[in-house]
């Protein structure tokens, strides 16, 4: 089972962005979905993004325009740009390829 882990959170303002990246222990090359996830305080944990293998992508629709999910299987790394960030962005973030989950990174978006 691959190991996960996320990085690239921190505190943003309105409007700002982040780049999080989820580094794999392994290849990702065999892994055909992987997914970002985040958990606000007080909600379930919600899909953000998922992509294939082959860069397929697909977005839940609070983020659709504003997030863009990418994978370089060469270096085994994941990563969620996320641009026009909202209070209601605020949340920890979860890599995951649906069997195993990373520790997560948390986002605060704030003014």
């Known amino acids: 089972q691959v190991q996960l882990v996320e990085s690239g959170g921190g505190l943003v303002q309105p409007g700002g962005s982040l780049r999080l990246s989820c580094a794999a222990s392994?290849?990702?090359?065999?892994?055909?979905?992987m997914a970002w996830y985040r958990q606000a305080p007080g909600k379930q944990r919600e899909l953000v993004a998922q992509?294939?293998?082959?860069?397929?992508?697909n977005y839940a629709n609070s983020v659709k325009g504003r997030f863009t999910i990418s994978r370089d299987n060469a270096k085994n790394t994941v990563y969620l740009q996320m641009n026009s960030l909202k209070l209601e962005d605020t949340a920890v973030y979860y890599c995951?390829?649906?069997?195993?989950w990373g520790q997560g990174t948390l986002v605060t978006v704030s003014s």
């Open positions: 992509i294939t293998r082959v860069g397929f992508a």
């Open positions: 392994g290849s990702l090359s065999g892994i055909n979905l």
């Open positions: 995951t390829d649906l069997y195993a």
